[in-house]
């Protein structure tokens, strides 16, 4: 050991590792600007059954090399009610095949020429405008980052083949698979990348510092310690979500244990293609990252309901589904019968103004409760409506170049602009849950006296928004003026908390920091109201 430079090993090995991870990021960016919007457009439309699911998954996770990143966008679908569980296995295990690709480029051995890539990537991020070259470059930069920092590491490794201890721990975890195991999940838990530790793998393989027996076990480990990622991203969403994440775990520990049960055979297969092919060290340990992932989504893919019935039952209790997708328009209405199709529009605006009026719900809870699920559940419903707001405003523009009765014109002119109101609703409520966080990490405090006047403008104002959408839904006059009426209330009422509150601020009952949270939750309620006296507005001209 006294030959051995320990703080040069450290530092070379921590600042290879750093680069190499700085060169996945940069790839993955870079590819996944280049994809654009497809990658969310490939998950949410690819994935029908659970075959469609794992191409989905390796397609993805191959552009964004991230296996953690398409689990974590996956967790982030299913919370938003854009996929089944079902459905987001299959994209799971297709994203742990997927993960595997940046195993076969560093077996590609062309370390020698990291840096050319990373300069000839560097210049193009510094010297060019057109952001297609500089998306290019921002993957190249990645691309020679990755076997720069590779090339690092395998030289910082190198000395440990002659270090007893590290010999003695190989041969412990050639006789004992599971410490192997251990020590892959723990690595790569701490890391946050399979990739760069199976890059280590493949490097310490290189060098002769771990056998193949001893690396196979630790290459099982770190499939299951990326699987972390996805559990932390899981925390604080929906049962849907959280179930989706420990599947990944699941799928991954289940590989491991059918694998330790057949290593032998497992070892028997890949001596056998390393030397049918001829493959180097970090080939092989390519060759057994992608054999493993395959092989396991085989052996698993048959048995997606027992495994989502088996998450079902480890992760109890009911959640409500926050439906992103419109389920009343029918693009054939639109040929067929306009008519029909405006009606179904109309439907389409109720539903997204109902989920509006729950938003707001959620987040007065919050405000009271300081219970973030009720913000989680709130930025979930202005998530869905954003996507409505999209595809209402599409099936509306479709409709336009129909021929339309004069009726039929003027209606789609006042549920055009409906849709933006509501949309605009979800965004106040949205403005008012940021406030509510600031005032929790500030420790900010509001005086009971303005706890019970927000309370009272947020009821007012939740009863106004509903009774706007409610004159939509039956185009009943009556129930659009009272929204008129109660319109004025809140706008009287947010002049007279203003006024309250400099009192309360004059006589050192309430601080600047309270006062500003609170007047900023006041006016944010108030153009609520303006949004919902718009709504109105467009039933009223249709009696006109």
Not at 160 to 187: A, C, K, W, Y
Not at 199 to 220: D, K, R, T, Y
Not at 338 to 361: C, F, N
Request: aromatic letters at 8%; proline letters at 2%; one cysteine or more.
């Amino acid at each position: 050991m006294e030959s051995i430079d320990v703080q040069a090993l450290i530092f070379e090995f921590i600042g290879g590792l750093a680069i190499f991870l700085l060169g996945i990021k940069n790839l993955g960016d870079g590819l996944q600007k280049a994809a654009g919007d497809r990658l969310r457009e490939i998950l949410e439309r690819f994935t029908s059954n659970p075959i469609m699911g794992v191409f989905a998954g390796m397609i993805t996770t191959a552009l964004i090399q991230s296996s953690s990143g398409t689990t974590v966008l996956t967790v982030a679908l299913v919370n938003a009610g854009f996929m089944t569980l079902r459905q987001a296995i299959g994209v799971i295990m297709g994203a742990n095949i997927g993960t595997t690709v940046t195993s076969f480029i560093i077996g590609f051995n062309i370390s020698d020429y990291g840096l050319p890539i990373l300069a000839l990537g560097a210049l193009m991020l510094f010297f060019f405008k057109n952001q297609r070259l500089v998306v290019i470059g921002q993957s190249l930069f990645g691309f020679g980052s990755l076997f720069f920092g590779l090339k690092l590491m395998s030289g910082a490794m190198s000395p440990l083949r002659d270090v007893q201890f590290f010999h003695e721990l190989t041969v412990s975890m050639s006789n004992n698979p599971i410490l192997g195991v251990i020590i892959g999940t723990i690595f790569t838990m701490i890391v946050q990348s399979s990739s760069a530790t199976v890059g280590i793998l493949q490097g310490l393989h290189a060098e002769g510092a771990i056998s193949l027996q001893a690396a196979i076990p630790v290459l099982f480990g770190d499939n299951i310690g990326t699987t972390i990622t996805a559990i932390i991203a899981s925390l604080g969403l929906s049962v849907a979500a959280k179930r989706a994440a420990l599947t990944h775990t699941m799928f991954n520990v289940l590989g491991t244990v059918i694998f330790l049960a057949i290593l032998p055979l497992f070892l028997t297969y890949l001596e056998y293609i390393q030397a049918l092919m001829n493959l180097d060290p970090k080939m092989t340990i390519a060759f057994a990252h992608g054999s493993f992932n395959a092989a396991n989504t085989i052996v698993q893919l048959p048995f997606v309901g027992v495994l989502a019935w088996l998450v079902t039952k480890l992760v109890p209790g009911e959640d409500e589904i926050i439906e992103y997708k419109p389920i009343h328009l029918d693009p054939l209405f639109i040929e067929r019968s306009p008519t029909v199709a405006i009606s179904q529009a109309k439907a389409e605006i109720v539903r997204m103004g109902e989920y509006s009026v729950r938003g707001l719900e959620e987040t007065c809870q919050f405000l009271m409760t300081n219970d973030r699920k009720h913000a989680e559940k709130a930025r979930q419903i202005e998530g869905a409506l954003n996507n409505l707001d999209r595809e209402i405003t599409n099936y509306l523009v479709s409709l336009a170049g129909r021929s339309l009765t004069e009726q039929d014109s003027k209606q789609h002119t006042s549920l055009m602009d409906s849709v933006r109101d509501i949309e605009r609703i979800g965004d106040h409520f949205e403005n008012i849950i940021e406030l509510i966080e600031f005032k929790i990490t500030n420790k900010i405090e509001l005086s009971d006296q303005a706890h019970e006047d927000v309370q009272e403008m947020f009821d007012l104002t939740i009863s106004t928004v509903k009774q706007a959408i409610e004159s939509l839904q039956e185009m009943n006059r009556e129930k659009a003026l009272e929204v008129l009426q109660r319109e004025e209330q809140i706008d009287k009422m947010e002049r007279k908390f203003r006024r309250d509150h400099i009192m309360r601020m004059n006589e050192g009952t309430c601080n600047g920091s309270a006062g500003v949270v609170f007047v900023d939750i006041i006016s944010n309620l108030e153009r609520i109201g303006d949004h919902a006296v718009n709504i109105s507005e467009e039933v009223l001209e249709n009696f006109n």
